[in-house]
């Protein structure tokens, strides 16, 4: 089994940056890709972002391309997510996760493990 623990969130104002990080535990070995999703109040959890192993393939959502980067520390067994110039439609509780095996998929049913995700909230 793999945890998984955000941390990073709170209220920021608009324009304003965040990074939000991941945590993980237990068997890492196992895992590839890594992704961030995250779920607005009243709508579905949608991806932000996923990054392999060794860092080389990253996909964004075309919401926070360009204003977002994900990275990796393998050896702290830790996901980055940078989020700048954010605005308030990026509230939301932003969530790892993580994929056995090859892949970089954007899809939520793609990955085996999620932490419990950390709030993000941006003032107008």
């Known amino acids: 089994q793999v945890q998984l623990i955000e941390s990073g969130g709170g209220l920021v104002r608009t324009g304003d940056s965040l990074r939000l990080s991941c945590a993980a535990s237990?068997?890492?070995?196992?895992?590839?890709?890594m992704g961030w999703f995250r779920q607005a109040p009243g709508k579905e959890r949608e991806f932000v972002a996923v990054?392999?192993?060794?860092?080389?393939?990253?996909y964004y959502a075309d919401s926070v391309k360009g204003r977002c980067t994900v990275s990796r520390d393998n050896a702290k067994n830790t996901v980055y997510l940078q989020m700048n110039s954010l605005i308030p439609e990026d509230t939301a509780v932003y969530y790892c996760?993580?994929?056995?095996?090859?892949?970089?998929?954007?899809?939520?049913?793609?990955?085996?493990?999620w932490g419990q995700g950390t709030q993000v909230t941006v003032s107008s």
């Open positions: 237990g068997r890492t070995s196992s895992v590839y890709a």
């Open positions: 996760a993580g994929r056995n095996g090859f892949g970089v998929p954007t899809t939520l049913s793609a990955y085996d493990y």
């Open positions: 990054i392999s192993w060794g860092g080389d393939i990253t």
